[in-house]
């Protein structure tokens, strides 16, 4: 089982990306995914998650209403749409299953400059 993360970057506040989550050894549709970020010197945080079974979906509620995450079944990949971004959202973001999580992949820089 792998998560690979991609799509990260450099960019400026209020600037919009899109990160990948590409899945192997499952498929997104039977397991829930969620996207983890780690900043420097802070503890890993859930930002969303998205149900397996009907693609319900969850947020932090610094991420609320900026985020959204979604899937893509036929591909087995999740996304996270980052709209709206700031300094703060400054990471390393991660996806993983939410149960039985596979090893944490490298992840994918964001960094929002102000």
């Known amino acids: 089982v792998q998560l690979q993360a991609s799509g990260g970057g450099l960019v400026q506040t209020g600037s919009s990306l899109r990160l990948s989550c590409a899945a192997s050894?499952?498929?997104?549709?039977?397991?829930?995914v969620g996207w983890y970020r780690q900043a420097q010197k802070k503890e890993r945080e859930r930002v969303s998650c998205i149900s397996s079974t009907d693609g319900s979906t969850n947020y932090a509620d610094s991420v609320k209403g900026r985020f959204t995450i979604s899937r893509d079944i036929a591909k087995n990949t999740a996304y996270l749409q980052m709209n709206s971004l700031k300094p703060e959202d400054t990471a390393v973001y991660y996806c993983?299953?939410?149960?039985?999580?596979?090893?944490w992949g490298q992840g994918t820089q964001v960094t929002v400059s102000s």
């Open positions: 050894g499952f498929a997104v549709d039977t397991y829930a």
């Open positions: 993983n299953k939410m149960i039985l999580q596979a090893t």
